[in-house]
């Protein structure tokens, strides 16, 4: 009948689908146009936690053998902030903490350094993003830092989501790390292995459904 075993993708009742439909198909074409004219890096802005305990995924093993994985039960991690723009380029901030707003600008400074001093950043509405501190510092740039809000409840059209989906499922399925240090180690080399992969990083903006 065509049919296969899939796992169901998970998303939220309260989204509008109407909403994100219009922001693919008017919003975004808008602000790759907005970028361009007043020649600013347009970055998609998105957050993340790397755990020790393993990214457990399907892998070969002898019949009847199932392998086994001896992980170190913690919930310690790594928050990472991560920036991803339409020709490829990936940032990030790593930080063994939550993330709040002082570390959002931490990012922004640190994109401005980067990926240049006029940027459209283009994130969720994540309440490290509104915070009172980052508002007033986004202010303070007089300009040189446009935000624009993604609707609400569609992490699907971030193309960040879709490198973080990579880095957990493929890079890093099934590892185990003794302590942050080598998982903070571990998470770079695998960045630098999607880095070297152009390609992967267009499948990422096709995955949202935006066309770069």
Not at 7 to 24: G, L, Y
Not at 53 to 70: E, N, Q
Not at 134 to 153: K, Q
Not at 161 to 186: M, S
């Amino acid at each position: 009948m065509g049919w296969t075993p899939q796992v169901p993708i998970t998303r939220a009742i309260q989204r509008d689908e109407e909403a994100i439909a219009r922001w693919r198909a008017e919003s975004w074409p808008a602000l790759k146009r907005q970028a361009r004219r007043e020649r600013r890096e347009l970055v998609f802005v998105d957050e993340s936690g790397f755990y020790l305990l393993p990214g457990v995924v399907k892998t070969y093993a002898p019949r009847a053998r199932t392998p086994v994985l001896d992980e170190w039960q913690t919930r310690d991690h790594l928050s990472v902030m991560g920036g991803l723009t339409p020709r490829g380029k990936v940032y990030t901030l790593v930080r063994p903490t939550s993330l709040n707003g002082l570390h959002t600008i931490e990012f922004l400074l640190h994109l401005g350094h980067l990926a240049g001093d006029r940027l459209l950043v283009v994130w969720d509405g994540s309440p490290i993003h509104r915070r009172a501190e980052v508002s007033e510092f986004v202010a303070e740039a007089r300009g040189a830092i446009v935000v624009e809000r993604l609707p609400s409840y569609a992490p699907d059209l971030n193309p960040v989501e879709w490198l973080w989906r990579h880095l957990k499922e493929v890079e890093l399925r099934n590892l185990t790390c003794r302590d942050l240090e080598q998982l903070h180690l571990e998470f770079h080399l695998a960045l630098g292995r999607v880095r070297q992969k152009p390609r992967l990083m267009r499948s990422f903006f096709e995955g949202a459904e935006l066309a770069v």
